[in-house]
């Protein structure tokens, strides 16, 4: 008697084991795939702001804003909230550059100075979550 019970004391923590191990491998399946797909989405961010900073045409401004606005869907879904916000206010300081520049004024160096230092704290926003020091 007393062998059955440590027989089915063992089948009981064997099976607690294993749902605690099943569950541990799905929640790391879950943050391994939310990492993958927040890298497929701030990559593409980082890519339209850097090219936007070499396009001063009104033309490609307008291409760069619309190729920003495309990336809001995976950002949405994806994306923090710190990265959206951030992302948002990188956005309106690109635009304004940008329009600017279109509309033959003069940068004001603060006003530059402002958008790099928006976007290195969104890169560093995005690093952290990507828990990449």
């Given at each position: ?6 027989g ?5 923590i064997?099976?607690?084991?294993g ?67 951030q992302?948002?206010r ?15 004024k ?23 979550e990507?828990?990449?020091?």
């Amino acid at each position: 008697m007393g062998e059955a019970i440590i027989g089915l004391a063992g089948v009981i923590i064997g099976a607690l084991i294993g749902v605690v191990t099943t569950h541990m491998q799905n929640k790391n399946s879950v943050n391994l795939f939310l990492l993958e797909k927040r890298v497929q989405t701030y990559l593409p961010i980082i890519e339209k702001y850097l090219k936007s900073t070499r396009d001063t045409d009104i033309n490609s401004t307008r291409d760069a804003m619309d190729e920003f606005q495309l990336l809001t869907p995976e950002l949405l879904l994806y994306g923090s909230d710190e990265v959206k916000k951030q992302t948002e206010r990188v956005k309106n300081l690109v635009l304004l550059s940008r329009l600017n520049i279109a509309d033959k004024k003069m940068l004001d160096k603060d006003t530059v100075l402002k958008e790099l230092q928006e976007f290195a704290a969104l890169i560093e926003i995005m690093r952290s979550e990507l828990k990449i020091h």
